[in-house]
Structures are given as structure tokens and as C-alpha cells.
């Protein structure tokens, strides 16, 4: 599958704990987006990195942290986990860079629970 | 800021009766429009553009800049159009990021 891959699929851990996402765009993307999906919220953006910069930043808490690696794939570290840190995290990724984002491909996101 | 607005969390219709899916954006340049779907146990995917004016699985969506919406339209409604649709927004400028709202549930019902 040459599509956008995120690992785990679900992780559970316990307040206070520190976990990474980990995200490989599409073959030939470079640019790579997270976002976050909460109960009744919808696609809320983090952060956006293209060919290995951060290019646009979005409602990212400081205990967030991201990065792109040059092998392109991606990791959202999420530390100091509260409560409300449970949500559905979503790598997309996309060919554009400055010209905007255009068409994203979405993977399946990656669940956190944090009990 | 830009923003995005789905007012119908959840939207029921018919097979065969017309459905409207209603977004309103707040910007102040020129956006770019989008919907997604996301189906059943599949990704988030698009599912038409602005800038395309083109009709997908007969699903079409006019920007209308007086009014800052974005509606998405089908005429007669299928059972396998039953989704979540989200509209989103790509801002212009250096830094764009594209802008979901919260999202519609459609359930087609037979």
C-alpha cells in the first residue's frame, strides 16, 4: 500500500506519559500534516511540515512536538498527556508545498486514549 | 482567521429525495473550497473542489462569495451516499493550511 500509513492504529497509556506518532506520506509527497480529532470537534490542525521544515503551525499545545525526517515520514510527540489529549490523531499528506495544500491524503489516524 | 461552519451535525433523508449540505466559511481573501467524505471503515477522502466545478458521484457545490457558503447538492440521494462530509478551507498566502469544519453526518435512509 503506497498510501498514507500511521502507526499504531490505537494506543492506550496513562496521564502524565509521553507517546510518538509516527506517520509515512504517500510516495513522492512531501508535505505532511497532523491534525487532531476530539469527541464533537472536528479536524483540528497542528502542524504542517514540507520537505523536512515546518512550513504552518495550528492550534499545537507547547507539550506537542513534531518533526519531518529526511526520509520524509513524520512523528507528533505528545508529552505530558492530559485527559484531554484522548482524540484521533490524522497525518495527511500532499505533493503541494507553498502553493497550498490541495488534495490530502488521509490515513487511518491513530487513537489515544489516556486514562 | 478563517473558519469554517457546518450547522447540521447530523442531517436524514430519504432514497430519492434531494439533500443539501450546508457550509458557511469566514475568510477574508480568496479561498479554495473542498468537501470530504469519509465512509464507513474507509479514510477521509475528497470528494469535490471549488476550482474543479465538477460533479462527483452526483454531488455538486457551488461557491457562493456573496453569502460565503459552500453548499454541497445532490438531487435524489442514494443509500450508499450515507457519510460523514466535512467542507474545509484553504487559506491563500505563505503559510496555507487547509480548515475543516466539524462535520455532517448523512444517513440516507431507504
Known amino acids: 500500500d503506497s498510501g498514507v500509513t500511521q502507526t499504531p492504529k490505537h494506543l492506550i497509556t496513562a496521564t502524565g506519559q509521553r507517546v510518538t506518532l509516527r506517520c509515512s506520506p504517500r510516495s513522492g509527497d512531501l508535505s505532511v500534516y497532523w491534525y487532531q480529532q476530539s469527541l464533537d470537534q472536528g479536524l483540528q490542525f497542528l502542524i504542517q511540515y514540507y520537505n523536512g521544515e515546518e512550513r504552518a503551525k495550528g492550534n499545537i499545545l507547547e507539550r506537542f512536538s513534531a518533526q519531518q525526517f529526511p526520509d520524509l515520514h513524520s512523528e507528533l510527540n505528545l508529552s505530558s498527556l492530559e485527559l484531554g489529549d484522548s482524540a484521533l490523531y490524522f497525518c495527511a499528506s500532499s505533493s503541494r508545498g507553498a502553493g497550498g495544500p490541495g488534495e490530502l491524503f488521509f490515513g487511518e489516524g491513530s487513537r489515544l486514549t489516556v486514562l | ?110
Request: hydrophobic residues 35%; contains cysteine.
Open chain 2, 1 to 110: 482567521a478563517q473558519r469554517v461552519t457546518q450547522p447540521e451535525k447530523l442531517l436524514s433523508v430519504f432514497k430519492g429525495a434531494p439533500v443539501e449540505l450546508k457550509c458557511n466559511y469566514s475568510y477574508s481573501g480568496s479561498p479554495e473550497l473542498f468537501w470530504y467524505v469519509q465512509y464507513s471503515r474507509q479514510r477521509l477522502q475528497l470528494l469535490l473542489r471549488h476550482i474543479s466545478r465538477e460533479s462527483i458521484k452526483g454531488f455538486t457545490a457551488d461557491l457562493n462569495k456573496g453569502e460565503t457558503s459552500f453548499h454541497l447538492k445532490k438531487p435524489f440521494a442514494q443509500e450508499e451516499d450515507s457519510a460523514m462530509y466535512y467542507c474545509a478551507l484553504s487559506s491563500s498566502g505563505s503559510a496555507r493550511q487547509l480548515t475543516f469544519g466539524s462535520g455532517t453526518q448523512l444517513t440516507v435512509l431507504p
